[in-house]
């Protein structure tokens, strides 16, 4: 089968559940004794077990496996979560992740994590290294592993077996992995020892065996009058069995056993593989209500109801937007047409089918927004990991993740999000020592916000950390050369902390001694200005710093102003305009050889349109008067002789086809209401 | 036994010339062309197809044949070839024709002042018909037009 076609959709399935994984860990981690969100982690690493092992990454597959057997204890009450199992946890979900990635990027998933496995498998025989050193873990390993489901009764039974002179044994079973009936391999197993003496007690408990609730293998407590060389070669005459150990216990080992029990119950009790801390799942009548509660709470966790949504390439959204468009000329065109015939039937009907387009097309416009939680979400991992590493505590508090913004945008303000909120995290939360010797509490709070504003959607990051020095900027300014001392003194404190932004602050090293802020700010400015968005600190010193960023809704559609040179049309990116007007001849200068025009007080170039493109049938030096457009970037303008304005307009930015990717002073083309292409000027490239 | 191919023919001043008609999307009729400044001679501009925008080449101008005025037999031949979307403007199409691979003999070195390797081979028809199989992938070739503009200006 080819399972190519099945990729795109594995990759988005995955990445859903790494993204549900983390989150519900992080979920657990908070709260480490709510088992239902084991239940749903488990389910989601099943979910994702299942799905790579179909499409053929083993790798992938076989590490979710060694996750899911820790986690099938832990939501079996076998084992408490500690710090160590989350850190193992999270690394493997990292390993996951870049797993993913490498498939995602045409690789094949390969990933070496025996190290990650290795300890996945020293938890699942109770190897967890803790502070307190005592039970489990010094315990020989199958002493440990049969703590983890042996209730004092069992222990107690099997002790007085060996007394009587019974052999007890503990057998490790594993089915081959092409087995297609294993619960089925697992009842024959029971049933051959049955026949030469007693079941205690299996891990899983026989009814999850029963219901293939499984892997590949189990293991048992079995008391009996045979040798274990005996049962061993007895089990293995069934078919379809991989492996059997048996081994012999003696009542030592129970001693210990019981003694590692009660110790670890009475020393520890956040210890691993403690059985008289809850009820032994084995023990299967009082495992049943706790799973059942499990099972009831998890998909109110989830909201129970099922997903109402589908999945649809971005592109197949483009071709309905494209094919859209052609509709919308068309209709333009019946419109021209009915109020010439003048048949009010027919006018109607256009006006009717006008009404229905563009509500059509709001709906095709809405299908591209995407809430801004499919960037967010990442990020309480991120703030967690480091905070951890930088050892602080810090509590991230995301409101508006509902926010909703054109995919477009969407892909591209990660990043800058990104550098932010480590910025917030590294730089704006004081260390825990700082923060009690001035007072505040010793969690750092960081906002993460997104909301609707008019045509934009703002995302803010506030810290409530100790904010920025202006006075130290604006030193570290002068030292490196951005800034003379006299120009210093004019700046206020708010014009001083838009200094962070400025290129050449971002190299200096000077500056992350001095005020810890302002690394590589000017390339996230840089990144949210190329996506016609802005960014601006406020910053109260002691309280805090908030980093404002304003996005427009969607990149596909923009206001330009569209304007006329002889017989072309093109566009101007109205977010670059700072303003329009009329000049006469004889206010244009020449200074060295180029044209120049007052503008505000300063002298800033006119550029010729017209020349620039070499447009055929128009020239304004015939013109008495010229209309001007002021584009600027950044901080400098530069004025751009046109012909005329025809107007302010919506359009949709298309891009020119890969046969020519780049035009210098074009950044693409939109079409208009006639049909007709119209350029569309990249004012940046008007100025160097 | 070489397969059978279906091609496009189209002409090219008295020149007949084919395309895989697999490599072909549509033909359509002379449209309106917005200019693209700053770019080659040949690339008369991008045309909206049904809602794309893509750019169009002159084939005279990219063969270097003289220009001619546009008729009623002018016809856009939008190919896709290698993800790029591209309009040949051609004098005229109206053919589909069944080729038998065989048929197709490796070009001579010059054909109609044509460079060979724009031309996958040359196929014969009939008693007195030459059609001329383009290479794509070479008449979109841009690094080698980087060379002729620089040589050129």
């Known amino acids: 089968m080819d399972m190519n076609q099945y990729l795109s959709m594995f990759i988005d399935e995955s990445n859903d559940h790494l993204q549900s994984l983390n989150e519900n860990m992080m979920g657990l981690e908070a709260n480490p004794e709510d088992l239902s969100i084991v239940q749903v982690i488990f389910r989601s690493a099943h979910t994702l077990k299942g799905m790579a092992a179909t499409m053929g990454f083993e790798d992938l597959a076989s590490l979710t496996h060694q996750m899911e057997n820790v986690l099938d204890l832990v939501r079996n009450n076998k084992l408490k979560m500690q710090d160590f199992i989350f850190d193992t946890l999270f690394k493997s979900l990292d390993a996951l992740e870049s797993m993913v990635q490498d498939i995602t990027g045409g690789g094949e998933g390969k990933a070496d994590v025996s190290a990650i496995v290795a300890s996945l498998q020293a938890i699942v025989r109770g190897e967890v290294p803790s502070a307190a050193g005592s039970s489990a873990a010094a315990e020989p390993q199958t002493t440990a592993e049969a703590a983890a489901f042996l209730d004092e009764f069992q222990l107690s039974v099997l002790s007085q077996s060996i007394q009587e002179g019974h052999q007890v044994l503990y057998i490790d079973v594993a089915i081959r992995k092409d087995c297609q009936l294993k619960a089925v391999r697992a009842y024959m197993v029971f049933d051959l020892l049955e026949r030469s003496g007693e079941v205690v007690t299996s891990f899983p408990s026989v009814q999850d065996i029963e219901q293939e609730k499984f892997d590949h293998g189990f293991s048992l407590y079995y008391i009996t009058q045979k040798e274990a060389s005996d049962i061993q070669s007895m089990v293995m005459n069934l078919s379809e069995i991989e492996k059997v150990t048996a081994v012999a216990l003696d009542q030592e080992t129970l001693t210990q056993m019981g003694q590692g029990m009660t110790a670890a119950a009475a020393e520890a009790p956040v210890q691993v593989a403690e059985p008289s801390a809850a009820p032994a799942p084995a023990a299967v009548p009082a495992s049943a209500p706790v799973k059942e509660e499990a099972s009831k709470a998890a998909p109110a966790r989830t909201g129970g109801a099922p997903s109402r949504t589908i999945r649809v390439d971005i592109e197949r959204l483009d071709v309905l937007m494209n094919l859209f468009s052609e509709l919308l000329i068309d209709r333009v065109r019946l419109e021209q047409l009915a109020s010439e015939v003048q048949n009010s039937d027919l006018t109607e009907t256009v006006e009717h089918m006008g009404r229905v387009s563009s509500d059509l097309q709001n709906i095709v416009m809405k299908l591209r927004m995407v809430p801004v939680d499919t960037v967010f979400n990442r990020f309480p991992r991120m703030v967690r990991d480091l905070a951890k590493s930088l050892d602080k505590k810090i509590d991230l508090v995301i409101t508006g993740a509902e926010t909703e913004l054109d995919r477009t945008v969407i892909d591209e303000i990660g990043d800058p999000l990104v550098h932010l909120l480590r910025n917030a995290v590294d730089h704006g939360v004081e260390s825990i020592q700082d923060r009690l010797a001035s007072g505040k509490s010793d969690t750092g709070t960081v906002n993460l916000r997104a909301f609707h504003s008019g045509n934009h959607v703002f995302i803010e990051i506030e810290d409530d950390g100790a904010g920025i020095q202006p006075q130290k900027i604006l030193q570290s300014a002068i030292k490196k050369g951005i800034l003379t001392q006299e120009q210093a003194a004019g700046y206020s404190d708010d014009e001083a902390i838009q200094l962070l932004f400025a290129p050449g602050f971002s190299t200096a090293e000077v500056i992350s001694d001095v005020s810890g802020r302002g690394v590589g700010l000017d390339v996230v400015k840089a990144k949210i200005t190329s996506l016609g968005g802005n960014v601006v600190v406020y910053s109260k010193p002691g309280k805090g710093t908030n980093f404002s960023v304003q996005l427009p809704l969607t990149l596909s559609i923009i206001a330009a102003m569209l304007i006329r040179l002889g017989s072309e049309k093109y566009a101007i990116p109205l977010s670059s305009i700072v303003e329009t007007g009329i000049i006469k001849q004889n206010q244009i200068r020449k200074i060295h050889g180029s044209k120049m025009i007052e503008f505000r007080n300063t002298h800033i170039p006119l550029l010729s349109l017209s020349k620039f493109f070499s447009v055929p049938d128009f020239d304004e030096r015939t013109e008495e008067e010229t209309e001007i457009v002021v584009v600027r970037k950044g901080e400098r303008l530069v004025a751009l002789a046109v012909q005329d304005f025809i107007g302010q307009n919506e359009i949709v930015i298309k891009n020119l086809g890969k046969y020519l990717p780049e035009v210098q002073g074009i950044s693409g083309a939109t079409i208009l209401g006639d049909g007709q292409v119209a350029l569309i000027i990249d004012p940046n490239a008007f100025i160097k | ?153």
């Open chain 2, 1 to 153: 036994m070489a397969e059978d191919i279906k091609v496009i023919v189209f002409k090219l001043s008295d020149e007949e010339y084919g395309i895989e008609v697999d490599k072909v999307q549509t033909i359509e009729r002379m449209m309106p062309i917005t200019r693209v400044p700053k770019t080659y001679s040949f690339i008369k501009g991008v045309i909206n197809l049904r809602g794309v925008v893509i750019p169009v080449i002159d084939l005279r101008g990219r063969f270097g044949i003289a220009e001619a005025e546009h008729t009623d037999q002018t016809r856009v031949i939008i190919v896709n070839v290698n993800e790029m979307e591209v309009g040949f403007i051609v004098d005229s199409a109206n053919d589909v024709i069944d080729l038998n691979r065989e048929s197709i003999d490796t070009p001579p070195e010059v054909v109609g002042g044509i460079k060979a390797k724009y031309l996958d081979g040359v196929a014969k028809i009939g008693e007195d018909r030459l059609l001329i199989m383009l290479n794509l992938s070479e008449v979109l070739n841009k690094s080698e037009i980087v060379q002729l503009e620089s040589l050129e200006g």
